[in-house]
């Protein structure tokens, strides 16, 4: 992961032009200095604009929350299979049927996550292995689903039994994705969004002992785009 920065990319004859538009893929050049932790950038060969993100605001929103974990939760090492998961995942959300954006970005925010080394154990109970049925409850905290024994009286979220299939199904690249109404889709949103929000706390705790706000996934979380519902 590389921050930089582009000197005069506003200017009327910058040699970056267009190129260096919000989610554009290409490739950096950097002048590169060890001691910086801000790079220089160079040059930007652009591979590809992703202009349909643009056309639609809960692509864009899916697409900022991708790219905000990717920034957030990737190691500093390059790590090539997460860099291919983002890239697939802004390919699905700019090819994302009409009203399917969110329950694909809920998709590729899972398996992001999961191939950042996050994955939530989905199949087994996440503290002793035991099998789970009926209504699962899930931990943002353990990381997976609970067996009845080990959620108790009160766990912190309950999936009902459709709603742990529709999680298993986003989480599963192979099998067809749900269609959620309204209410599900928040509900999804809800369940990856506080995940990561614990996950993202954890690395930053443990680097610097606060948490930044994840900025990007809350706007995408609370779907404030969206109209309400006329009844
Ligand atoms: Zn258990």
Redesign the pocket.
Known sequence: MQSAIAKGVFRPRSPFGAALETLAEGTAQLYHKETRELQILAAFDVTSLRRDLAGDVGRFAGAAALSEVMLKMAPPAPLPAAYETLVFGLDALANAELGQADTVATRWLWLLVGVLGFAPQLDA??????AVAGTVAFSAVDGGV??A???GLKPPTRLPPQAYADLLALNDLEATLPRLDAAHAAAHRRLVARFIRYQLGEIQGAKNGKAERASAIDIWERGAWVPPASS
């Open positions: 109970c996440v503290r002793d292995g035991n609970l067996c024994s080990c959620a």
